[in-house]
């Protein structure tokens, strides 16, 4: 049984620090990586999408990996602000599936200024 | 503009009054999915459809139906909302590349969610 598991829970920094959000998950055996973003209440937003053949995706200040067979991928947001305050979900996408995401229970992140 | 839009974002409703939250896609997505958010327990799948006509359980279907008539809509039927269906709900559609037995993904989008009170 898939399972994906996202450390830390919680994380505050100082506005303009770079940090790393971490995700792990347990099968190897998977099709794609998505990362999102929640605001408190809301959607989600899609930040990040890796298929299993890539080993990574950038957008902007966000930078995901992923290394299949070890089962970790990492967010890094670069020179964070106030507004990247949110909760980051990671989630995959089995191969061969339903296509049924499993989600990490999340990091919620907060930028002081 | 590409999106999924969910219809009401809230609604609170008494126990045992039959409701229906729709969900509507404009990007000719095959598959759509509904999921339940909770505290603690994260994000689970309720149920799924690869096309029309094509719909299943995923995790948690107990106490819901879906149908999938138009490949853009995809509602959620309550038929007797009980309190512990007090959820924030999210409807997602996604492109499918069918393989084998199941499908392949190419990334999800998801609607704004609709807070569900039920008393």
């Known amino acids: 049984k898939q399972e994906v598991t996202q450390i830390p829970a919680a994380l505050s920094v100082p506005e303009g620090e770079n940090l790393v959000l971490n995700c792990s998950f347990t099968?190897?055996?998977?099709?794609?990586l998505q990362w999102f973003r929640q605001d408190p209440g809301k959607g989600l937003t899609s930040l990040l999408l890796?298929?299993?053949?890539?080993r990574e995706q950038t957008s902007g200040r966000l930078n995901a990996s992923l290394d299949k067979s070890s089962g970790r991928s990492t967010l890094y947001i670069a020179a964070s602000q106030p507004g990247d305050s949110a909760t980051y979900l990671c989630?995959?996408?089995?191969?061969?599936?339903?296509?049924?995401?499993?989600f990490g229970q999340g990091t919620t992140l907060q930028v002081k200024p | 503009e590409a999106q999924v839009t969910q219809n009401p974002r809230y609604l609170i409703t008494v126990t045992g009054k039959k409701l229906t939250v729709t969900c509507s896609q404009n990007m000719n997505h095959e598959y759509m999915s509904w999921y339940r958010q909770d505290p603690g327990l994260g994000l689970r799948q309720i149920y799924y459809?690869?096309?029309?006509?094509?719909?299943d359980k995923g995790d948690v279907p107990e106490g819901y139906k879906v149908s999938r008539k138009e490949k853009r809509n995809f509602p959620l039927i309550l038929e007797s909302p009980s309190p512990n269906q007090t959820s924030l709900y999210f409807c997602a559609s996604s492109h499918l590349k069918k393989s084998g037995t199941g499908g392949m993904n190419y990334g999800y989008t998801f609607g704004s969610g609709t807070r569900l009170t039920v008393v």
């Open positions: 459809s690869m096309n029309v006509e094509v719909t």
């Open positions: 989630a995959v996408s089995r191969s061969g599936n339903t296509g049924k995401l499993i």
């Open positions: 099968d190897s055996a998977i099709y794609n």
């Open positions: 890796i298929q299993s053949s890539q």
